[in-house]
């Protein structure tokens, strides 16, 4: 049905920069929410940052002002960009993609911010 493919990720020190990649196997704009979501050791999994199908945004305001999520519909890829990271970003980075009230997640992709 619908599958995400996750890329990016790794080690960064604070204040550097990642960006994750979902590629998605349907059109992105057949998706009526696609989000990110991130789970640390110990924690639940908590929503990060949302993208609408008419492109509007949302985020936690645990990253507000520091990540962006932005779509490539010729490449059928969202992207969630992370700047100014700090060590309490570190986390298991999600997306799950919603299509006809069924959610599809991402294999998921470690971010790791050393201080």
């Known amino acids: 049905q619908v599958q995400l493919v996750q890329s990016g990720g790794g080690l960064v020190q604070a204040g550097g920069s990642l960006r994750l990649s979902c590629a998605s196997s349907r059109s992105i704009f057949s998706f009526s929410v696609m989000d990110w979501y991130r789970q640390a050791p110990g924690n639940q999994r908590e929503l990060v940052a949302t993208m609408s199908a008419d492109g509007s945004t949302s985020f936690a305001d645990s990253v507000k002002g520091r990540f962006t999520i932005s779509r490539d519909k010729t490449k059928n890829t969202v992207y969630l960009q992370m700047n100014s990271l700090k060590p309490e970003d570190t986390a298991v980075y999600y997306c799950?993609?919603?299509?006809?009230?069924?959610?599809?997640w991402g294999q998921g992709t470690q971010v790791t911010v050393s201080s």
């Open positions: 799950k993609a919603t299509f006809r009230l069924e959610n599809y």
